[in-house]
């Protein structure tokens, strides 16, 4: 039987058929089912198996299976621990590649969001088991983190490649954020000299008030920097040197979107699932890990709990750096410390409130007063706009010293209590 012929513009087209005399219909369901598991297959390569950082992965199925065979907390801190730090720089990743898509104003804004979005989700479950100086401790080390370990390995790595000259940033961008800190500190300042002074007008009460309210404050402070930025006033944050070179950028950009941007979209959704699972037994076995490795529950909770959060942002800020990419290191360090300090802090004020958890913002006299000198030695070092190994080995010091006091001193609720 022959096959019937079909002439299209002029040519004649082989036409298969069907049994029962008709023509078979197009096979372009079948063909893109199949592209649709091919992308789908491509896109779980290169989210899970580019990364090297995603051989930790299989820690988190570990610790959720010691959890319910054994009681050995600090190994099941350690596991979940282990096991987010690569959930946590593949969020970000997929935060990137969806950044591609938005555009480079709303990519930075999802890049800080989704970036923290493994403190948050930590902060929220350790809000729901009451503890509170878990969640102020863990988001003020984030901050402190930020500040001066990630931003000081990037100013150190810079330097060290470009030690033939200053790196240079944009001072406006600087001023501003340095700004929003100090705003901060003066929001977790006041409740803690209410409280340390005995001066409150309803012993108690009046501390968790002051807190709320400042904390609606630092959430309207914070909405109004996003709309600044946003808006038409966000040229004058472009990075230096930008306006000179932006075909080179914008090709640099095209050849990052490596998957496409519901992928990115499903991943974020997929990664944020996990690593709140994750955390819930994290967060379960912080006092028992601290028992268990003979650590205080402070030291934990702002050194060791950041590290997990900050893995993507610590390793995008050195490489950037490296490439004389400051502004961009700026925005990921900085601009992440500004988001806990000024969105994420009252945010967690406000959803304990609504838990009818008493969160506050008395991080007590240590920590109120280890942020404050942060914040000053860090506006001091971005000042002049420009950046060096020495400055950064200055931050990473600075560092050492606040670990240092973290791992000797006892938080006095907690001895209290």
């Known amino acids: 039987m022959e096959t019937p012929q079909i002439e299209m513009g002029g040519f004649k087209v082989n036409s298969p058929q069907v049994p029962n005399g008709g023509l078979r219909p197009t096979t372009s369901g079948s063909w893109n089912s199949r592209r649709t598991v091919e992308r789908t297959l491509r896109s779980i390569r290169i989210v ?33 621990m282990l096991g987010i730090t690569p959930l946590a720089e593949r969020l970000g990743y997929a935060t990137e590649q969806l950044a591609i898509y938005t555009g480079p104003t709303v990519g930075g804004l999802l890049n800080a969001t989704f970036g923290n979005a493994t403190e948050m989700i930590i902060a929220i479950y350790a809000l729901k088991n009451g503890m509170i100086r878990v969640v102020q401790q863990s988001l003020l080390g984030s901050i402190l983190s930020n500040m001066l370990l990630v931003m000081g390995c990037a100013f150190f790595a810079g330097g060290i490649i470009h030690r033939d000259k200053d ?22 300042m006041f409740p803690a ?60 950009e095209d050849e990052e ?29 912080i006092e028992g890990a601290s028992d268990s490795l003979n650590l205080p ?26 490439k004389d990419k400051l502004d961009i290191t700026l925005g990921v360090a900085i601009g992440s410390s ?19 958890q008493k969160m506050d913002l008395n991080f007590q006299l240590f920590e109120t007063s280890t942020l404050f000198i ?42 209290d209590g």
């Open 48 to 80: 899970i198996f580019t990364s090297k950082l995603n051989l930790l992965m299989p820690f988190g199925p570990a610790s959720i299976f010691l959890h319910f065979t054994s009681r050995r907390h600090g190994l099941i801190f350690l596991f979940s």
């Open 167 to 188: 790196q240079v940033f944009s001072k406006a961008t600087a001023v501003v954020n340095s700004g929003l800190l100090l705003m901060a500190v003066m929001g977790l």
């Open 193 to 252: 000299v209410l409280h340390f002074t005995h001066s409150e007008a309803r012993q108690g009460a009046s501390e968790v008030a002051l807190s709320r309210f400042s904390s609606c404050i630092m959430l309207v402070a914070y909405a109004s920097y996003l709309y600044f930025q946003l808006s038409g006033r966000s040229n004058i944050y472009s990075p230096i040197g930008s306006e000179e070179v932006p075909n080179e950028d914008a090709t640099e």
């Open 257 to 285: 979107a490596e998957i496409g941007m519901w992928e990115a979209i499903t991943w974020l959704a997929v990664l944020t699932l996990w690593v709140s699972v994750l955390s819930e037994y994290l967060v379960n076995a």
């Open 297 to 322: 529950v402070a030291f934990i909770s702002v050194i060791l709990l950041p590290i997990v959060g900050n893995a993507a942002e610590h390793a995008s800020a050195i490489m950037f750096a490296m």
């Open 338 to 356: 500004t988001q806990i300090s000024m969105f994420v802090i009252p945010f967690c004020v406000v959803i304990g409130w609504m838990m009818g």
């Open 374 to 415: 942060t914040v000053l030695v860090v506006a001091f070092m971005l000042q002049d706009g420009t950046a060096n190994y020495l400055k950064g080995l200055m931050l990473i010091l600075c560092y050492l010293i606040v670990a240092a006091s973290f791992f000797v001193h006892v938080d006095p609720q907690s001895s």
